[in-house]
């Protein structure tokens, strides 16, 4: 069903939402983030909030019931705590969307309806999650408040896949420096600011640490300079992600700061790849976390080849009870 | 004034309150934390949110107006962000209250009330802050919308100082034997979940990367589950806070796959220091970051002193514009 048909189906039966919910787990949560960014700086009115799945679970907010939307999130589907959650909304009387790659998985199972993303494919496929729940909270936002660059919105969902497959196109030379230099570095940290925080955060715990094995840590660019950024020396391994968007400025103070002090510095810029050429201005800043998603995918890819440590080498995951 | 009236006082000139930021930088963001986790937890209609001072000032929420009420919070009061946030919100004609140890400081002079907390004096001290904004999260509440144990958090704030002040006077000998053990390693890992998902950032990225240069990450231990405990092996160092409370199960799942692995593993823990016998059931999960931040406090002078590296010393903050 169209992402408009599914809100407009929930908007008949219930036309006084008053909270969102996104809920998910590592990865998925982190895809969720955008859309969670996206309706908590544009609603006037409704509520949103974004969970991993067990702490919804075991400490489920008062909020959540008959008047609220819970989106749940796991790409096989069959995440148990993604999907204990998705069944908790369903007992409070909540109206459930669950988004995954898998059709007849338990979580599309314990849900009012169900949004099925690609991931094969290619490069876009891979962003469809991200895409998809952004889209679901736009047209949330726009069917119970109105959101003035909704047009902005449809225009940008529609053009964001043709602009990551020709950006991942460019990006393999540099991807393959990147691997080169970083490929045994005992730690690596990764940073950026607005909807692309969250990004950062899945490439430090995701690709780095899960499936490479590298040490890593993550945190907003807005708070470098309140913590993290004493760890700063000649040669210490950052990437920064900087957007296109209103939150460029933090991006920049950070970039600054690690140059003068001859950081090891990886700048993945949504700039370089041209984004705003596609997407209108008013609503750049939450197609940044797609496009850069994408690159950095090609970056594990090299890093991956180069450390001949296979991206779906695991030594726990799927291989025991835990 | 006495919280109580701040929320009064506000509540008589603005009846209609619908949504509360929270915003900060730092070890003050992370501070914020519990009362965003409580409000979001158990508020029925308000919206709530946390944003890093700069995020707010460069893509400000559409939500901030005159039905807003905006917390700002700085320990010296002259974080410029934090300053520039409250001076924003200030402008947007929301209720600015600022939470800080500085009473003549900008941050006080650009807002409609000010809360000054300790410091200085002790363990208990340094938790005011924390303890006085979620008395401000229950104050606005209870004021608009009643929460049924309001009087357990209120007997709750009124025990907390002296449970801080009795668990870190026992607190040393097991700091002595972490600092010890963990002295030279290359990089620490922190993780909890709950009310003290954000004590665990804050010990991450202040006591250790600020202010002992030693590398780190943190995460949720939700999360722990779907990426980084893939970095788990034989003596990876961890520090896991165990919550006494609903997310506890959390807790106890991460530390049943650490100690399987053999990871090098401190565990500080509220049932050790009988949390629950002075803080009632129905708000304990509340009071563990309080109470964890302040045993963390003694952990890491311990460490500063056996690695010979001051809290108090930096490299670039305090010492440099940037």
Redesign the interface.
Same mark, same amino acid.
């Given at each position: 069903m169209e992402l408009s048909k599914i809100i407009a189906s929930i908007k008949k039966e219930c036309p006084d939402i008053?909270s969102v919910f996104f809920v998910g787990?590592?990865?998925?949560?982190a895809e969720l983030y955008p859309a969670k960014y996206f309706f908590?700086?544009?609603?006037?009115?409704?509520?949103?909030?974004l969970y991993?799945?067990?702490?919804f679970v075991?400490?489920t907010?008062?909020?959540v019931n008959e008047k609220s939307i819970v989106i749940t999130c796991s790409l096989g589907g069959s995440?148990p705590?993604t999907v204990a959650a998705s069944k908790k909304a369903m007992a409070l009387g909540a109206k459930v969307i669950a988004v995954t790659h898998n059709a007849n998985s338990a979580l599309a199972k314990n849900a009012h309806f169900v949004v099925v993303h690609g991931f094969e494919a290619n490069y876009a496929a891979k962003l469809e999650k991200m895409t998809l729940v952004l889209g679901l909270a736009t047209e949330i936002l726009n069917q119970y408040e109105g959101y003035e660059h909704y047009d902005a919105m449809i225009d940008g969902m529609s053009k964001i896949y043709d602009v990551i497959e020709t950006s991942v196109a460019t990006a393999v030379t540099s991807a393959k420096a990147f691997a080169e230099s970083y490929k045994d570095e #005992?730690?690596i940290y990764v940073m950026s600011?607005?909807a692309t925080h969250e990004v950062a955060y899945?490439f430090?715990?995701?690709l780095l640490?899960?499936?490479q094995?590298?040490?890593?840590?993550?945190?907003?660019d807005?708070?470098f300079?309140?913590? #993290?950024?004493?760890?700063?020396d000649k040669d210490v391994p950052f990437i920064l992600l900087m957007n296109d968007?209103?939150?460029r400025?933090?991006d920049a103070?950070a970039l600054?700061?690690l140059q003068?002090?001859d950081a090891k510095t990886t700048v993945i810029d949504s700039k370089d790849f041209g984004l705003a050429s596609s997407i209108d201005s008013s609503v750049i800043?939450y197609f940044n976390p797609m496009l850069i998603s994408a690159i950095l995918r090609v970056y594990a890819e090299q890093l991956a080849l180069l450390r001949d440590h296979p991206l779906t080498k695991?030594?726990?995951?799927w291989k025991l009870e835990?």
């Open positions: 008053t787990c590592g990865a998925s949560k908590e700086g544009n609603a006037k009115k409704l509520r949103v909030s991993t799945a067990n702490e075991y400490a907010p008062v909020a995440t705590e #005992p730690v600011s607005g899945a430090s715990i995701c640490m899960e499936m094995w590298m040490n890593s840590g993550s945190f907003h807005g708070e300079f309140h913590g #993290p950024f004493e760890i700063v968007g209103r939150t400025e933090l103070r600054t700061f003068r002090f800043d695991r030594r726990y995951m835990y």
